[in-house]
C-alpha cells in the first residue's frame, strides 16, 4: 500500500471511531476536516455555444456557455472548490478554424475560448493533443490569453544532444496553487495543490509537420513517476492529475496513448481529471472495466472522472481532506461524477440548463464572424450530396474529397521525379453517426455549395499528404480498412449486423483508383489496433488498376492526410516513412480549390468498390439516420425501423 493511502487508511479509522463512540469528527485541535471540489471541463473543440455550425442551428446538447450553468451551480453548492480545463480546447468545429484560418490571432489578442474561459475563474488547465493541430506559434499566442496557468509535462523542447538528463519541458511541466480552504468546523487552512498535465505521445505522429525537430514527447506513466514525488517535495500537499488520455487496459509501453488507469496506479496522486476518449466516466460503460468502481466514481481506489465531450458534461471530484495541526495534508476520501446539460431519450434532446448570459456575449462577435465565413459559396453541385450509406456503398461525400485530392496531386506531382507514377486517393467518411448520434451526417441539397458545406465534408483540419507505396501495400491499407465490418455468416438467412459500432468510420479508408471488392465472410487481418491476427484471411478480393489484376510490385502516388500518412489509424507501411508530399494545404482548402476551378461538380460515386456476393439469402443490417428512408430503396437498402438510440436500422441483401 502506498504510504500516503496506508495514511489515509489510518486517519480513516481514526474517524471512524470517533463516529462510534458518538462523535461526528476527530477532535478540532487534532484533525479538521475539509470539503474540495474539483470541476473539469474537457475536449471541447470550441463548442462555446450551443451551436452546430455545420447545420447552421442551435444545438442544446454542447456549449460551453450551457457547462458554465453548471459550474457555478457546483461552486455555489462547495465552501472549497477549483476548476480545471483537461485540453483540446481550440480545434475541432468551424469557429476554431475560423479563428485559426481566416481572421488569425495576434499576440496580446485574447482567444474567443478564452474570453469564455477567463469569466469563469478556471484554476489551471492541460494541453490536449488538438491543440497542436494548427502549429506552436499559433498555440502560444492562443495560451497567452489564459488568465490561468497551463500545463504539460511529456513535451521537450529538441536540444540536439543525446543525454536526456538535461532536457527542458517546452510548456510548464506542472504547477501548484496556493490557495486558502475552509474547514467543515469554520477554520481557514493553508493548502498547496499541485497539478500536472499530460497529453498522448502520438502527437509526434498526428502533427509531425508542426513538431519534428522542435520538441519530443515522453510516456505519460514514466512521466508521471518522476515529476510527482518533484512535486511533493516542493511542497505539494494534493496531487491533481489531468491526462488528455482515455482508458485501456493494455500493458503500458512508454507511449501508451490511452494510460489513465495506469496513471491511477503512481503512487502520490490524489485525483484524475481525465478526456480525450468523448465518453463519460463514471458510467455504466466502464461497468466491466478493471480497476474502475463506476458507483465510486474511482480508477484503482482514486477518485477519477472524464466529462464528455463538446461541454455536454461537467465533471466532479469531491474530496474529503484531513488537516493537522502541523498542517500536514491527507485525502481521507474521494468520489468522482457527472452532470449533463441535456437529457436526449431516443432523437429528443432537452436542454436542463439554459446558457449563460456573460459567455454567450464574450464570443458572440466571432460566433457571427464564424458563421458569416461558414456562409461564403464556392460553387455549385448537381445533385445532392449524403454520407447516410457511407460505410456500406461507395458513396459521393467521399467521392467528391478523393476527386480533389487526385486533382491537387496531379499538378503537384507533375515535372517531379514522380511523375508518371499512377495516382490513387484515399478518403473516409467523417460523418457517419457513431458517437456523434443520428445527425451526425452530411445531407446536402442540390445548389451551391458553402465553405460550410466544405467543413461538413471534411471536418478535420488535416492537411495533405502523399504517400509512395507498392501494390501490396495497397492492398495491405485496404484490409486494414476492411477490419471496419463484422464477419458474416453466409449459412444463414438471419440478419446480421455488418458495421462494427467500436469501428471508426473515419479509419474505414476507401482507395478510388483502384476497384475492389471486400469478402466480409472473411475474417479481418486485422484487429482494432492494426495488429496482424489472421494472416491467411483476405477480404480484399479482385483488386484490379486500369482493367488488369494490381502488380504487388508496382509502385502507386496514394493521396491521403498527415494522419493517416504520418501512422494514425496503425495502418501497415504508414508510419511517415513513405511521405513523398508533404503539402502546406489542408485537405479541407484542397477541397475549397477543386470546387472553386471546376465551379460545378457532379458529385456521383464512381463504383469502384463494392461487396463479394455471400449468397442468396445473406442480409446484413446498418444502422444509419432516420432522414435517410427516403433514400434507402434508391442505394439498394431497405429501411426496417426507428431504435430508441435515435437511428433507424437498414437491411442490405449481399446477393
Known amino acids: 500500500m502506498h504510504a500516503r493511502r496506508y495514511r489515509s487508511f489510518l486517519i480513516a479509522l ?24 474539483l470541476m473539469e471541463t474537457t475536449d471541447l473543440h470550441m463548442y462555446l455555444l450551443p451551436y452546430d455550425y455545420y447545420r447552421n442551428g442551435a444545438n442544446d446538447s454542447v456549449g460551453l456557455a450551457r457547462t458554465a450553468t453548471l459550474i457555478r451551480r457546483a461552486r455555489e453548492e462547495a465552501a472549497n472548490s477549483l476548476l480545471f480545463d483537461n485540453g483540446d480546447l481550440i480545434q475541432g468545429n468551424p469557429l ?123 510516456g505519460i506513466v ?37 494510460a489513465s488507469a495506469q496513471l491511477a496506479k503512481v503512487a502520490g496522486i490524489d485525483a484524475i481529471l481525465f478526456g480525450h476518449a ?41 474530496l474529503t481532506l484531513a488537516v493537522d495541526e502541523a498542517g500536514a495534508w491527507t485525502v481521507m476520501s474521494g468520489t468522482g461524477s457527472v452532470r449533463g446539460i441535456a437529457s436526449q431519450e431516443g432523437r429528443e434532446v432537452t436542454a436542463l440548463v439554459e446558457s449563460q448570459a456573460d459567455i454567450v456575449e464574450a464570443v458572440s462577435a466571432a460566433h457571427e464572424g464564424a458563421i458569416a465565413w461558414m456562409g461564403e459559396a464556392v460553387g455549385t453541385t448537381t445533385a445532392p450530396i449524403d454520407s447516410f450509406f457511407a460505410q456500406v456503398l461507395d458513396d459521393p461525400s467521399i467521392q ?9 496531386a496531379r499538378t503537384t506531382l507533375a515535372g517531379t521525379e514522380y511523375d508518371g507514377m499512377p495516382i490513387l486517393s484515399a478518403g473516409a ?56 465490418f463484422n464477419t458474416i455468416d453466409p449459412s444463414t438467412a438471419e440478419p446480421q449486423p455488418l458495421v462494427n459500432p467500436d469501428f471508426p468510420s473515419y479509419n474505414f479508408d476507401v482507395i478510388d483508383g483502384v476497384d475492389y471488392r471486400i469478402d466480409v465472410t472473411q475474417p479481418s487481418r486485422y484487429d482494432s489496433d492494426g495488429v496482424l491476427v489472421n494472416p491467411d484471411a483476405q477480404r480484399i478480393v479482385e483488386l484490379s488498376y486500369a482493367g488488369e489484376p494490381i502488380d504487388p510490385a508496382q509502385r502507386f502516388a496514394i493521396v491521403t492526410n498527415n494522419y493517416r500518412a504520418g501512422g494514425g489509424g496503425n495502418f501497415p507501411g504508414l508510419d511517415g516513412s513513405a511521405t513523398i508530399v508533404e503539402a502546406p494545404q489542408t485537405n479541407r482548402q484542397v477541397l475549397v480549390d477543386y470546387i472553386l476551378a471546376s465551379g460545378t461538380i457532379d458529385p456521383a460515386a464512381d463504383g469502384n468498390w463494392s461487396f463479394q456476393p455471400a449468397g442468396p439469402d445473406v442480409i446484413v443490417t446498418l444502422e444509419s439516420s432516420p432522414a435517410a428512408q427516403d433514400r434507402a430503396a434508391a442505394a439498394g437498402l431497405a429501411f426496417v425501423e426507428v431504435l430508441e438510440s435515435g437511428f433507424a436500422r437498414y437491411r442490405l441483401p449481399l446477393r
Open 14 to 37: 481514526l474517524v471512524l471511531s470517533a463516529c462510534a463512540a458518538g462523535t461526528r469528527t476527530v477532535q478540532a485541535d487534532t484533525v479538521a476536516e475539509v470539503d474540495l471540489r
Open 96 to 218: 476554431g478554424d475560423w479563428v485559426a484560418r481566416s481572421r488569425g490571432l495576434a499576440f496580446g489578442e485574447t482567444h474567443p475560448a478564452f474570453a469564455a474561459m477567463n469569466l469563469l475563474g478556471y484554476d489551471a488547465a492541460n494541453i490536449g493533443n488538438h491543440e497542436f493541430n494548427y502549429g506552436l506559434e499559433f498555440l502560444l499566442k492562443t495560451l497567452a490569453g489564459a488568465q490561468f496557468p497551463y500545463v504539460l509535462s511529456n513535451v521537450y523542447t529538441v536540444d540536439g544532444d543525446e543525454n536526456p538528463d538535461n532536457d527542458r519541458h517546452y510548456f510548464r511541466p506542472w504547477t501548484l496553487l496556493d490557495r486558502t480552504v475552509v474547514a467543515r468546523d469554520g477554520s481557514e487552512h493553508a493548502i498547496r495543490v499541485g497539478v500536472i498535465g499530460f497529453t498522448p505521445p502520438q502527437i509526434m505522429t498526428w502533427d509531425k509537420s508542426h513538431l519534428q525537430g522542435r520538441v519530443t514527447v515522453r
Open 222 to 258: 514514466e512521466t508521471a513517476e518522476a515529476l510527482v514525488p518533484r512535486m511533493r517535495e516542493a511542497g505539494a500537499d494534493i496531487v491533481v492529475a489531468i491526462p488528455h488520455s482515455g482508458l485501456s487496459t493494455a500493458t503500458v509501453d512508454g507511449l501508451r496513448e490511452n
Open 278 to 318: 468523448h465518453a463519460v466516466f463514471p458510467s455504466e460503460a466502464y461497468q466491466d472495466f478493471e480497476g474502475a468502481d463506476v458507483a465510486a466514481g474511482t480508477l484503482h481506489g482514486v477518485p477519477a472522472v472524464m466529462p464528455g465531450f463538446w461541454g455536454s458534461h461537467l465533471g466532479l471530484v469531491d
Open 400 to 408: 467528391i474529397v478523393t476527386d480533389a485530392q487526385a486533382w491537387y
Open 429 to 484: 467518411p467523417f460523418k457517419a453517426g457513431g458517437r456523434g448520434g443520428p445527425d451526425n451526417y452530411t445531407d446536402l441539397a442540390e445548389g451551391d455549395i458553402a465553405i460550410r458545406n466544405v467543413a461538413d465534408l471534411y471536418v478535420y483540419p488535416n492537411t495533405l499528404r502523399i504517400v509512395a507505396l507498392d501494390g501490396n501495400g495497397v492492398r495491405e491499407w485496404l484490409e486494414r480498412s476492411a477490419g471496419q
